[in-house]
């Protein structure tokens, strides 16, 4: 193995971190990002079904062999036209297989900005450092944990931004249109109200990347599109789930004034 470069457990931690923010930036909600030892054929995983064999410990297929690296290399290789794929584009790309990477769709347009901004990405630990590190080594690449005001945040703005998800999947359905096909009103989202609710989680984001300055407008602009939220008495945003987010809200007030308070 004396081959392979000379990558320090410094550089993945650094590459996780990156393409774990990248990925928050553009979806508004936390970065699932880590890589570790699939179950099934060994490789480099960080999801199930693993994106190399298939394994998927419910049900699904067992692998014939164990993976290799050269099968990796060019996984990774060819996320991106030319063999020029790195570690980055090989992670977005596989979100191309999912059910919501619809044709015109919004999350189909932020996962192909995605994988334009990773092909600029550089620096990143190449395929042959990232096996031997995961599997060779056996460890995992993940970013490190949070503290509690960032977990009660990320919380509130999932409930808060993706409750209009919700009312996209309520507005894709065929019940809530009219026979002459015009659209129910049982579904109806205020004009900006969704921008607010985006520029909120935004601020958080920047909040929990490093900027102290924009915890406070975070918490104070989801807290409003959560009380105007309330006000619709919408069915597509359950009362408690809203609850739930402005109690996060409040928790992240007391961690931050506790912090703040001067020592007795």
């Known amino acids: ?26 979806m508004l909600t936390r970065s699932p990002f880590h890589l ?15 994106s190399l ?3 998927y410990p419910m049900g699904g297929p067992d692998p014939r062999q164990p993976a290799t690296l050269d099968q990796f290399r060019r996984s990774v290789e060819n996320s991106m036209p030319g063999g020029t794929g790195n570690l ?3 992670y977005f790309g596989n979100f191309r297989k999912t059910v919501a990477y619809k044709p015109h769709s919004s999350y189909k347009a932020k996962v192909d900005d995605l994988i334009a901004e990773a092909a600029r990405m550089t620096d990143l630990p190449n395929a042959d450092a990232v096996w031997q590190h995961v599997v060779v080594e056996g460890n995992r690449i993940r970013r490190p944990g949070v503290p509690a005001e960032a977990l009660f945040l990320w919380s509130a703005v999932f409930e808060t931004v993706h409750a209009f998800d919700r009312a996209d999947e309520d507005m894709s359905r065929p ?80 961690i ?9």
Request: aromatic share 8%; charged share 25%.
């Open 175 to 254: 019940s809530y249109y009219g026979s002459n096909g015009s659209y129910s009103t049982s579904v109806y989202v205020p004009t900006g109200l969704r921008d607010k609710a985006k520029e909120g989680a935004r601020l958080a984001v920047q909040a929990m990347h490093g900027d102290d300055d924009a915890w406070e407008p975070a918490v104070d602009t989801l807290s409003k599109v959560i009380s105007e939220l309330k006000s619709l008495r919408a069915r597509w945003v359950p009362e408690g789930n809203l609850n739930s987010a402005q109690g996060n809200l409040d928790k992240v007030r007391e």
């Open 256 to 264: 931050r004034a506790e912090a703040a308070a001067p020592a007795p």
């Open 88 to 90: 980055a584009t090989w």
């Open 36 to 50: 570790s030892p699939c179950g099934g054929c060994g490789g480099p995983a960080f999801q199930q079904p693993c």
């Open 53 to 55: 064999c298939g394994y």
């Open 1 to 26: 193995m004396d081959d392979f470069p000379d990558h320090t457990a410094d550089l993945f931690d650094q590459a996780a971190e990156r393409i774990g923010r990248v990925y928050e930036q553009a």
